[in-house]
């Protein structure tokens, strides 16, 4: 079914992966149906945790893993010490991010509405490398 504006939980069925949610009206469990597609297929935004390290870095590559290439778009943003410091937006493909800063607290910012497997960030691209080969 379709989602609220506002789902307030979520949780994953072991075993069969299926997605229930919590409708914002807090009375409602609801499915979640990963197929529709098109006009009906809603936009979703997922903020992160904050991630803190303890020196700073850079994290100079990304990988966005998704299966299906309906056509669909998705975003995903992430913040050094609160400041943008890349944006991606391609799927399935090492991209290389913006050098000559270091940051210690990190945070993702997703947003759209295709399908998003994983998502990896990495201090260099070989690192990516070694784990999607």
């Known amino acids: 079914s379709r989602a609220s504006d506002t789902p307030v939980s979520f949780f994953t069925e072991r075993g069969t992966g299926r997605l229930f949610y919590l409708d914002s009206d807090v009375r409602t469990v609801r499915l979640f149906d990963p197929t529709v597609t098109g006009a009906a297929r809603r936009t979703y935004r997922w903020i992160s945790r904050l991630y803190v390290d303890a020196g700073a870095t850079n994290l100079g590559a990304a990988y966005i893993e998704c299966d299906d290439d309906s056509g669909e778009s998705f975003s995903v943003r992430l913040y050094g010490d609160g400041v943008l410091r890349a944006t991606v937006s391609t799927a399935n493909q090492i991209?290389?991010?913006?050098?000559g800063y270091r940051a210690r607290r990190w945070q993702i910012d997703v947003e759209g509405s295709r399908e998003?497997?994983?998502?990896?960030?990495?201090?260099a691209a070989p690192e990516i490398a070694r784990l999607v080969r």
Do not use: D, E, V
């Open 116 to 123: 998003i497997n994983s998502i990896i960030f990495a201090h």
């Open 95 to 99: 991209m290389s991010l913006p050098g």
